[in-house]
């Protein structure tokens, strides 16, 4: 029986895995993003004043 779950682990969930993984990293840094531009717009209105 363990011999089936290690490979079920290494066949399906660790690609999985590491596809969530860049996922997550992928929306953490629009996220990032997202953030740096309303701190800027807090503290720089007058750059977006025609937005």
Known sequence: ???FRL???T???LPR???NIFKHR???V???ER???RL???RNPSKYRGK
Do not use: F
Request: no cysteine.
């Open 1 to 3: 029986m363990n011999t």
């Open 7 to 9: 490979i079920w682990l």
């Open 11 to 13: 066949a399906v969930q």
């Open 17 to 19: 895995n590491i596809a």
């Open 30 to 32: 629009v996220l990032n």
């Open 35 to 37: 953030e740096a531009e």
């Open 40 to 42: 800027d717009r807090i």
């Open 26 to 28: 992928h929306q953490q």
